[in-house]
T-cell receptor, first 110, second 114 residues
Framework: DAKTTQPNSMESNEEEPVHLPCNHS???????IHWYRQLPSQGPEYVIH???SNVNNRMASLAIAEDRKSSTLILHRATLRDAAVYYC???????????FGKGTLLTVNP | KAGVTQTPRYLIKTRGQQVTLSCSPI?????VSWYQQTPGQGLQFLFE???????NKGNFPGRFSGRQFSNSRSEMNVSTLELGDSALYLC?????????????FGQGTRLTVV
């Protein structure tokens, strides 16, 4: 499975934008970039995914580098409820499993 | 629509016993995957089922098994429980499996082996 690299932790202030980076230099042409987050004592929650173009949904935006070797998850206005571990995962076209790394622990300060 | 439902939420078992966990996917979803989460190993893939067939299996011993029924509901079974099997077991459902589709997770079953 192609590997992703994320910072262990990041900190943000409430109502400020947050940019969570992910490096995936060995990404293949059929790999989709997925982001999930996990709040304490809960199962992972889908955030967003994309292939080549930037993507937006009600939760976040995903900015994908032109060479696809990195991506950034953007939370436009962080809230306390966004404090979680964020996982960046590559999932191939026919890949049945999600391979989770250690993710980035996001702390949001009031 | 209803999310992924896992039962029971909490379970305490004794070493050597067996346990069965249940997962009801989102209606219409045909792919169900199971994951084990522990503080030391993080989230690890157990297996994936699609239309009652196991298509992929993670690196777990044969004590871990599963099945999927015609209504897409899935169960996983762990026999001869060991202390190290204590973990949060998560089920995820997808419309189909693959990179283009997102997975939706249940709240998990917290298994404690004593």
């Amino acid at each position: 499975d192609a590997k992703t690299t994320q910072p262990n932790s990041m900190e943000s202030n409430e109502e400020e934008p947050v940019h969570l980076p992910c490096n995936h230099s060995t990404i293949s042409g059929t790999d989709y970039i997925h982001w999930y987050r996990q709040l304490p004592s809960q199962g992972p929650e889908y955030v967003i995914h994309g292939l080549t173009s930037n993507v937006n949904n009600r939760m976040a935006s995903l900015a994908i580098a032109e060479d696809r070797k990195s991506s950034t998850l953007i939370l436009h206005r962080a809230t306390l409820r966004d404090a979680a571990v964020y996982y960046c995962i590559l999932r191939g076209g026919s890949n049945y499993k999600l391979t989770f790394g250690k993710g980035t622990l996001l702390t949001v300060n009031p | 629509k209803a999310g992924v439902t896992q039962t029971p939420r909490y379970l305490i078992k004794t070493r050597g016993q067996q346990v069965t966990l249940s997962c009801s996917p989102i209606s219409g979803h045909r792919s169900v995957s199971w994951y084990q989460q522990t503080p030391g190993q993080g989230l690890q893939f157990l297996f994936e089922y699609f239309s009652e067939t196991q298509r992929n299996k993670g690196n777990f011993p044969g004590r871990f098994s599963g099945r999927q029924f015609s209504n897409s509901r899935s169960e996983m079974n762990v026999s001869t429980l060991e202390l190290g099997d204590s973990a949060l077991y998560l089920c995820a459902s997808s419309l189909v499996a693959g990179g283009a589709t997102e997975a939706f997770f249940g709240q998990g079953t917290r298994l404690t082996v004593v």
